[in-house]
């Protein structure tokens, strides 16, 4: 059977991004929380803050190691931190989050490990987790479950998926894909220069992108993306298609004048973006 792809277009911008309403606050547009970071990858979960921040996100909260707060703070003081080993500081906030984005630069360790089952044994149905990097490849080397309660983003690059799905690289079709995503139960972007997206039992196409955005932390960024994108979009299988959209059609203009795409730039280029493509 040939599974049916729909291609994702500029339409999807008017659809899902909307004029904010005057009457709103910062609650309004939603509160996540961020999880990763090691000492090591300290850049993933901040560039992913920073897309979340920069796409429209209410209130951001970044939790990960201590060793960045600095860091995070110069880079962008709109998120608070919280000290991923303070867990008792940590739960609530996760608790009270509309979304959750765990695994950039979570790295995979036992304390990785820990944090990811408490944020699972944590997930309600009044959220959406967005699941990408460290968290995918131990889940899948965990053989973890999904929550059952919560809305689960799944955002593997192919290798990641092939941990996730079992099926090889070169063996990652529509037809395949669709299988393991509907055991999943799961919204699942599947990375590539053509990235597909697994949603409601539909399977959709991106048209853009580049190689200009080869570089690491692009994913990284998508997934702050994508939880900004649905912390404030409704419809969370448009806000996810929007946000991946959003990510390549800018690397794409950016690419026009430019050799390489920088992670941050498409962060900083979201304000204005969205601005261009808000609908009434
Ligand atoms: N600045 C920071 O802090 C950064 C931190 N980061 C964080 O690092 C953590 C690990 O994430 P990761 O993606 O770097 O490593 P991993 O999960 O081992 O996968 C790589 C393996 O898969 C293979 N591969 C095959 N196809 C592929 C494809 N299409 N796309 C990608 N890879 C593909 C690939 O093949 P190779 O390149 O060797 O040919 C290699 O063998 C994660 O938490 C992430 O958030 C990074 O974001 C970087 C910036
Ligand atoms: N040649 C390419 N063309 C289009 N998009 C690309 C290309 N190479 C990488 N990307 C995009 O960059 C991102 C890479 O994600 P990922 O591998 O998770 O990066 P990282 O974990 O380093 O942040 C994905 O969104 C992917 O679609
Ligand atoms: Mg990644």
Known sequence: MMAKVTKITKTILTDVIRKRPAN???GTYGKIALIGGSRNFGGAIIM????????????????TDPSNQTSLHDWLPEAMFVDWDQFEQAEPIIKAADVVVIGPGLGTDNHAFDILTKVFGLAHKDQK???DGSALTLLASNNLSLPKDSTNILTPHQMEWQRVSGIKIADQTPDTNQAAVQKLNAITVVKSHRTQVYADGQI??????????ATGGMGDTLAGMVGGFVAQFSDTPKAVL???YSHSAIADKLAEKQYVVLPHQISESLPKFMHKHQAE
């Open 24 to 26: 709103s606050f910062k």
């Open 48 to 63: 992913a803050s920073l897309a979340a921040v920069y796409s429209g996100a209410g209130l951001v909260t970044t939790i």
């Open 129 to 131: 987790l967005v699941i």
């Open 204 to 213: 959709f196409e991106n048209t853009g992108g580049t190689p200009a955005q």
């Open 242 to 244: 929007a946000a991946v």
